[in-house]
């Protein structure tokens, strides 16, 4: 499988970004897709994931209630809408894939993703 993000760009504080990540392959439907970010000098975090058919969507704390994750496997693509913008959102976003036998499971550790996308820097400006 191989991922590409896009989406990324400038946004003041309070604005609203989409990332898309278009994943290549037939069965994008058996993979439950994460995004992670990554900060100048910090670790990689995660973000949010969500499961084969969608049925289940996990975030990370400091993103509960501003960013949304959402996939369409008929185009091979999953979606980050982003919300009410912080400087501290500020990052390179990354959107990860895992192999999975059965729908319902996601997981939150970026070591447990099989493949990884190339990144898409998001900048929020105070």
């Known amino acids: 499988v191989q991922l590409q993000a896009s989406g990324g760009g400038l946004v003041q504080a309070g604005g609203s970004l989409r990332l898309s990540c278009a994943a290549s392959?037939?069965?994008?439907?058996?993979?439950?897709m994460g995004w992670f970010h990554q900060a100048p000098g910090k670790e990689r975090e995660f973000v949010a994931a969500?499961?084969?058919?969608?049925?289940?969507?996990y975030y990370a704390d400091s993103v509960k209630g501003r960013f949304t994750i959402s996939r369409d496997n008929a185009k091979n693509t999953v979606y980050l809408q982003l919300r009410s913008l912080k400087p501290e959102d500020t990052a390179v976003y990354y959107c990860?894939?895992?192999?999975?036998?059965?729908?319902?499971?996601?997981?939150?550790?970026?070591?447990?993703?099989?493949?990884w996308g190339q990144g898409t820097q998001v900048t929020v400006s105070s």
């Open positions: 392959g037939r069965t994008f439907s058996s993979y439950a």
């Open positions: 969500i499961t084969w058919s969608g049925s289940n969507t």
């Open positions: 990860a894939a895992r192999y999975y036998l059965k729908d319902h499971i996601a997981t939150n550790r970026g070591t447990e993703y099989d493949y």
